[in-house]
């Protein structure tokens, strides 16, 4: 990767100010956070060549993002978010994309800039004259995680009884049979077996693992099940719902007991510090959501991922409503919310894709948002893969897009449908909306100058960055 070297810099005469922006991307699996972050650091490294790579991004446009370079050595123990790697994936013959997130990993760029209102504008000597460094600490951890701040003000009877609703509902119900049949023969009042409680707990995981691949749902607790990261004792995991009577008490040294013991000890070292790492150390967070992918999935789907949605807007609601902030007294300042591979849909779906994710998370979008506003919502795509076009469809004019699909040879005219702005209405789901394909994505150079092709990345990183590039 070709960077552009502090030490090429002329020397610095006045600096304005050195700080460090804690940025935290999420988002369930395959929402798109791998994809955020390979396109993020590469493309602002590519801004100081490119400053039309972003456009929108103020301090770019303004030739203002004097050096860039990803630092070498994280911070905390966290593991490196593997940018050679990922970029690699995406500049191979033919390109692909790189693995998911699956634990918690960091990328570290430092930037140096010309504060805006200093004399010297695109003048490079004046320009260095007056100059500050900022590292942006970007922190990737699956969404699945805040998935269970719910859990620290649960008991395990309370937390149970919530599953059993949702397990009895829609396409849960078939898929738990396995499960089921095996509580069935070891009830929860019976020995503390832990055998019975391993047995038990694979066969729970096995059922929401089969909710996220068969039935496309994401309210699937507790989060770690399915992405569980890097943890010193996996015994700590080896627990499941049982069916519990309402008012009932769990009996001492039964099944129900060794259970609700594993579920506090999980809360007690998994959970908690977490959000208290999460609370200590972010200022700013991304979540990205892969709305297209429940559209398309149907009402079910759908309606859960709002379930999803709420537990994570409750983690990050500003004022008392926010758990994080009443909890763990959390400091991050600003929220955006981003419905991600906008490139599946043509340039019109994409505003009404942007206002779909407003309404869902009750923030303006980023182009009504009010100057201050620190909750917003847009549409993007962090590797864009398509072009858009037109095409005559039964005689109607109609937007689609055009790309390569994974492992295909030519490339193909999408028509997705329309993207509704709210969230549809019962007889919306009549018709399924279009299966959309894996597209392609572009092959990059290793080098920099480039940069990636995307949509509103840029306006994302103006909302996220502004101010600490001001
Ligand atoms: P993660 O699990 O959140 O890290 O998700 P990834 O970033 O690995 O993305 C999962 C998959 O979504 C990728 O392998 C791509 O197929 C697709 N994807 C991610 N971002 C984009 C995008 O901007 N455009 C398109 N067309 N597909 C994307």
Redesign the pocket.
Known sequence: MRLLRYDKLPTLTGLVHDSTLRLAVT?L????????ITSLVHNLISAIQRPARLPFLRAAAEGRILAARVLPLGKDAIPLFPMQKTVSALSGDPPH??P??TDLRQARLSLRFSPRGFLGGRNPIWRTASTADVTVEILDYPGEWLLDLPLLCQSYEQWSRAMFDLVRRGGRAPLACDWLDFLARHPADGADDPEAAFLAHNLYRTFLAACRTSEQLSLLQPGRFLSPGQMADPSMLWFCPLPLSIGGQVRPRSLAALMAARFETYKRDLVQPFFLQLARDVDRQIV?VDVLRALNAGEEAFADQRLALDIILGAFRFGRRSLLRRLFGARIDRVLFAA??A??VPALQRDHLEALMADLVEAPSLRAKAAHARTAATSL?????TEDDTDIIEGRKLDVVVGLPEGGEKRIRFFPGIVPVRPPPPGFWGERFTEFP??QPPRITRATEEGIPHINLDKALNFLLEDTLA
């Open positions: 988002g699996s395959h929402s798109g956070k791998t994809a955020f994309w790189p998911s997130t990205l991600t591979k490139d599946h795509a962090s590797i864009r893969c894996v597209f």
